[in-house]
């Protein structure tokens, strides 16, 4: 089957539970277009604005860079795992975490990314009600629905939107910026933050940059197995991470630093407010991208679920994406989208050590390839993702100057590789901690 037959039906295979075969796979710029595009939303701004609120634009910047790059460390490998494969997050988790550990770890996250759609479905409705003086109830519900028909077309949608989005982003962005350095300070680069600004660390700042995409970006896999190779996978994470999000939370961080925006350390860059004002021309655009710019993440993260639960239950991804939107939908008309930092805390905490250690398994040691790669359950995946995620939780509450992320990261690589050296090299080794199955 040639790759232009392929591309010319609407609805392509899923391909939730095989990899994908090489005649689906898609081009780099097809694949980085996802990614590129996913984290340059309005979020994203108003991340890089609440830090630097807190922190000065000059700390700020190199917080936002920090944890771009480590974003890009994490999401690159395991991209590069999945253009190398075709697998999908599910089929990838089930090596090191078992034929039937995997679903804790891929039925958490697939539940996590219902909830982040959930929340920016409700910001959608949000930001035309604060921007545009829309009904909330009504645009939520319509930014809903449109987001879930989107979904449902599968991962064309997804590249499509990416394409639109990422260039309206940088257009508006750059012209709320233009405007705000007009309307308030244009001396940006020496900001600092105002007394009672409120207080956040270094580390603190490089987890909320790295928490924000701490799921999907641990779900990659689901984007970037369409990619040809493993090469590709990688550059295509690459695009969003360090270059998509941190020139989008740049954006953000530039607004807040020339003091236009009212409440920063909570309002973060939002540029919304500053365009909604500016004539009908610049207000029409402004109302198209807040449900292409929003659309774009609650679509990724929708896809993100409905891949994750289709896999799990032996369901097509098609109707699943329904079922989870009308959940979703639902619990943003209920307002949990405004639990924006619990869901930042929660993902910053336990989600980071998943990545790595499937990292650690399947890139550095290369594991999947020993005899007990097909058990049940693997406990020291489970063993070493509860430490490390211990460790996050010592360190968010007796020394928070430090990145909780970072902290996971590290200490679950470290656990994952001496526990896999003593199982391995240790006596009994084929029993002590792989009976499991």
């Given amino acids: 089957m040639s790759t232009n037959n392929v591309d010319k039906k609407l609805l392509d295979p899923e391909f939730e539970t095989i990899p994908v075969p090489q005649e689906y796979r898609k081009s780099l710029a097809s694949v980085a277009a996802v990614w590129f595009g996913f984290p340059m939303v309005l979020t994203s701004a108003v991340i890089g604005g609440v830090i630097t609120a807190m922190l000065g634009f000059k700390t700020g910047v190199t917080a936002i860079l ?71 109830l009504w645009m939520t ?10 979904t449902f077309i599968g991962i064309k949608a997804l590249t499509f939107l990416g394409w639109i989005a990422a260039p309206l982003y940088l257009i508006l962005g750059i012209i709320s910026v233009v405007i705000s350095m007009k309307t308030g300070s244009a001396d940006f680069f020496n900001y600092e933050p105002a007394a009672g600004a409120g207080i956040m660390s270094f580390g603190a700042a490089v987890t909320l940059v790295f928490a924000t995409f701490a799921d999907s970006g641990t779900m990659t896999a689901d984007f970037t197995r369409w990619s040809k190779n493993g090469r590709e996978g990688l550059l295509a994470a690459v695009s969003a991470f360090p270059f998509g999000k941190f020139i989008a939370e740049v954006i953000g961080a530039i607004i807040v630093a020339t ?44 896809y993100n679920g409905a891949v994750g639960w289709s896999h799990m239950t ?25 639990a924006f930092q619990s869901w930042l805390e929660l993902l910053g905490l336990i989600v980071p050590p998943i990545a790595t250690i499937i990292i650690i398994d399947q890139l550095i040691l290369r594991s999947s390839n020993n005899p007990n790669a097909n058990r049940n359950w693997q406990p020291l995946a489970f063993i070493a993702w509860g430490m490390a995620s211990t460790v996050a939780l010592l360190v968010n509450f007796y020394a928070p100057e430090f990145s909780v992320a970072f902290s996971g990261i590290v200490s679950s690589a470290i656990f994952y590789y001496v526990g896999y050296q003593y199982i391995k090299q240790g006596p009994g080794a084929n029993s002590k901690m792989n009976h499991a199955g």
């Avoid at 519900?141 to 989107?150: D, S």
């Avoid at 097509?316 to 405004?338: E, F, H, Q, Y």
């Fill in 66 to 136: 920090a944890g771009n790059l480590l974003l890009c460390l994490i999401v690159g490998a395991l991209s590069y795992l999945a253009g190398k494969t075709g697998e999908n997050f599910a089929i990838t988790a089930q090596r090191t975490f078992g034929r039937i550990g995997y679903l804790a770890v891929s039925g958490l996250l697939s539940t996590v990314v219902v909830g982040w759609f959930a929340l920016m479905v409700g910001l959608t409705g949000d930001t035309m009600a604060r921007s545009f003086g829309a009904n909330l």
């Fill in 141 to 150: 519900i319509l930014g809903g629905v449109l987001y879930v028909a989107a």
């Fill in 259 to 302: 003091g236009v925006i009212q409440n920063p350390a909570t309002n973060g860059g939002d540029f919304m407010p500053i365009l909604s004002g500016q004539g009908p021309l610049l207000t029409t655009l402004a109302i198209v991208f807040v449900f292409i710019n929003l659309g774009v993440g609650c679509t990724h993260c929708l």
């Fill in 314 to 338: 032996g369901k097509k991804m098609r109707p699943l994406t329904v079922l989870l939107g009308i959940i979703g939908i639902i619990a943003a008309v209920s307002g949990i989208w405004s």
